[in-house]
């Protein structure tokens, strides 16, 4: 397959890298409004450039947007219009309404997925298959600051991935309702999903970084680093006992086995698996647009 990818900055960068281990791609051709940092990128990669993103679209048989997300509507139109399958960036779009116009812009049948890449995590995956009924859901995503400019808030740079995790893996169809307090680049929010309840926090203020899951259940409590994808379970004791009168608790602690794998790969693989007619591609348009609605929810409360 010939793949391309359009704006090669920090994640472009890294769409270029991943799609070229893959074997089912034969080629890289990557575009860049900024010319040297294509042709940087490809003369370190092994990609070829494109001089305009129709002579990409004309050459590729599937595309990564990675241009900032205020482009991504603009870009993922052309990219619609020449009818070639699309993986867009998180956050799909810049607001909810370019969302619902990139929706409808989009050609049936045509594969167009979000790159939520937490869903790729196999880390999430393992903790889904594990949690039966949360009491109390704990996700924390904290950067040290960056002098990245997104065009968008904390909420949409950062807690949209959070976001996507208990909207669409831990409480898919479960009605919210959200509180929240913060601003710009340090936000939290509280969800009430039914019996459970989920506090989410996002920075980009922390001089730690950090990633992380936490749950709750009568019987277990489940903790995840996203990053360095372990997962611990803690079990209560079956019985307490007293040493020299003090309490004595035997707690059983579980280190899960969880296959690493760099979450990039398995979504770009999931996307090419899609466009050559394997299984759909999880992380749908609307679902990123359903994103982009519960954090405009969360600026709302704020
Ligand atoms: N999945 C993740 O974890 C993750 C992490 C970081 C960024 N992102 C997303 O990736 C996207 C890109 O972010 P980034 O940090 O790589 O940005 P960046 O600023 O590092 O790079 C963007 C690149 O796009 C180019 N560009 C700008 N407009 C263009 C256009 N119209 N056509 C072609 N090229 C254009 C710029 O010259 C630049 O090289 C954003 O939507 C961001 O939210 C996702």
């Known amino acids: 397959m010939k793949v391309g990818v359009i704006g090669t900055g920090m994640m472009g960068r890294n769409h270029v890298r991943v799609f070229s281990e893959l074997r089912a791609v034969r080629e890289v051709m990557?575009?860049?409004?900024?010319?040297?940092?294509?042709?940087?990128?490809?003369?370190?990669?092994?990609?070829?450039?494109?001089?305009?993103?129709?002579?990409?679209?004309?050459?590729?048989?599937?595309?990564?947007?990675?241009?900032?997300?205020?482009?991504?509507?603009?870009?993922?139109e052309r990219v619609a219009s020449a009818g070639v399958p699309?993986?867009?960036?998180?956050?799909?779009?810049?607001?909810?309404?370019?969302?619902?116009?990139?929706?409808?812009?989009?050609?049936?049948?045509?594969?167009?997925?979000?790159?939520?890449?937490?869903?790729f995590n196999p880390v999430v995956g393992e903790v889904a298959r594990m949690v039966s009924d949360p009491l109390y859901v704990e996700l924390k995503r904290?950067?040290?600051?960056?002098?990245?400019?997104?065009?968008?808030?904390?909420?949409?740079?950062?807690?949209i991935h959070d976001i996507d995790i208990l909207a669409h893996v831990l409480f898919p169809?479960?009605?919210?309702?959200?509180?929240?307090?913060?601003?710009e680049d340090v936000c939290s929010a509280l969800f009430s999903l039914g019996d459970c309840h989920a506090q989410v926090s996002a920075s980009r203020k922390s001089s730690k970084k950090i990633r992380s899951l936490y749950i709750e259940e009568e019987e277990a409590t489940i903790e995840a680093d996203l990053?360095?994808?372990?997962?611990?379970?803690?079990?209560?004791?079956?019985?307490?006992?007293?040493?020299?009168?003090?309490?004595?608790?035997?707690?059983?602690?579980?280190?899960?086995?969880?296959?690493?794998?760099?979450?990039?790969r398995v979504e770009l693989q999931a996307f090419l698996q899609a466009v050559t007619g394997g299984p759909a591609f999880p992380v749908t348009l609307a679902q990123g647009v359903e994103n982009l609605r519960i954090a405009n929810a969360i600026r709302a409360a704020l």
Do not use: W
């Open 30 to 76: 990557v575009f860049d409004l900024d010319a040297d940092a294509a042709a940087a990128v490809a003369s370190t990669l092994g990609a070829t450039t494109a001089p305009s993103i129709e002579a990409l679209l004309d050459r590729v048989d599937a595309v990564s947007i990675c241009v900032p997300t205020p482009y991504h509507l603009a870009t993922a």
């Open 86 to 119: 699309m993986l867009i960036e998180k956050p799909v779009c810049a607001g909810v309404e370019e969302g619902e116009r990139l929706l409808d812009a989009l050609p049936r049948g045509l594969v167009a997925g979000v790159g939520q890449i937490e869903r």
């Open 142 to 159: 904290h950067n040290p600051t960056s002098s990245r400019i997104t065009g968008t808030s904390v909420i949409e740079d950062l807690m």
């Open 173 to 183: 169809g479960v009605a919210r309702r959200v509180s929240a307090a913060g601003g």
């Open 227 to 264: 990053m360095t994808q372990e997962v611990y379970v803690y079990r209560k004791p079956d019985r307490y006992t007293q040493n020299g009168g003090r309490y004595v608790q035997d707690n059983i602690i579980e280190k899960l086995l969880v296959n690493r794998l760099e979450p990039l």
